[in-house]
């Protein structure tokens, strides 16, 4: 039977766009209630159903959908959805989360008659917004086929990885390729501002070249108008997907030099009171420690 009802765990930065675009293409959505308020009460607004708890979610839906920190949220809700949700039940997981943990919690939802499959996501909450969200996906081939309508409500790029676990195991590599962009590309702008060279001037040098990068690109607004909206992620966020990156290089095991590095920017970042804090942020904390003032 065709997916019809929609459950999302997470409307937040990126669940409110998501959730937004499935509302749009007609399916009935529930969403969890939380203290957060106005994500909830904006999609309610445009149709949406808020259900109480996770229990509620899980046994009135057909697809559930979750959009959370990382994998302690994720072991968390799915320890009630397992204990509650009838046989037949998909659940996507759009978070970032451990692949072992995914592995996990796949085959303990498959004992009980439900389907995991993981399908974390590329962009920002612009894209989500626009529903132009990119989607790595890993499970089964005819589950991601069924569910297929409703995850391109709010995705225009869905890349098919493989086995479940997959796609985590992806979303990990992405993250690392970008959040060390990010990190590399704060210590050249603090330097380029240490040195006394025009920022715009820097900006075209680099974003017309082969060292253009689009966390570059984002970062550079900074010191150019303190703009750090470019990269709504916050640095707490990303020092913990680095720590899931390099726990699963262990794992495998692969030696991981640069992401060690890269993690302890974002440690150092956190540790220095910018968790909270978008990511371009890094460019700030690296020009306050080279003594640069704005």
Request: charged fraction near 20%.
């Amino acid at each position: 039977m065709a997916i019809q009802t929609v459950g999302l765990i997470g409307v937040g930065l990126m669940g409110h766009g998501i959730g937004k675009n499935i509302l749009a293409k007609g399916f009935k959505l529930n969403v969890l209630a939380h203290t957060n308020r106005g994500p909830i009460e904006s999609l309610k607004t445009l149709g949406a159903h808020e259900s109480p708890s996770v229990k509620d979610i899980a046994i009135t839906s057909d697809l559930l959908i979750l959009v959370v920190t990382g994998s302690p949220q994720v072991e968390a809700i799915m320890a009630e959805v397992l204990a509650h949700a009838p046989k037949g039940l998909i659940i996507a997981d759009c978070s970032t989360a451990e692949p072992h943990s995914t592995l996990k919690i796949a085959a303990a939802a498959q004992a009980k008659g439900i389907t995991f499959v993981d399908t974390p996501m590329t962009r920002t909450p612009k894209e989500a917004e626009a529903g132009k969200l990119g989607l790595m996906v890993g499970g089964d081939a005819v589950i991601i086929e069924k569910i297929k309508p409703v995850l391109s409500c709010f995705a225009d790029l869905i890349v098919p990885t493989g086995a479940v676990g997959t796609a985590h195991q992806m979303k990990l590599i992405n993250n690392f390729l970008s959040l060390g962009h990010a990190a590399i590309a704060a210590e050249a702008i603090t330097v380029a501002a240490k040195a006394g060279i025009n920022m715009e001037a820097l900006r075209e040098v680099i974003m017309g070249g082969g060292a253009a990068s689009a966390m570059f690109g984002r970062l550079i607004n900074v010191p150019l108008s303190d703009d750090d909206s470019h990269a709504k992620f916050a640095i707490r966020n990303a020092r913990k997907d680095l720590r899931y990156y390099t726990n699963m290089t262990e794992q495998l095991p692969v030696a991981s030099f640069m992401a060690e590095q890269v993690h302890q920017t974002y440690v150092l970042a956190e540790t220095l009171g910018f968790g909270e804090r978008f990511v371009p942020r890094l460019v700030t904390m690296m020009m306050q420690l080279a003594g640069i003032k704005k």
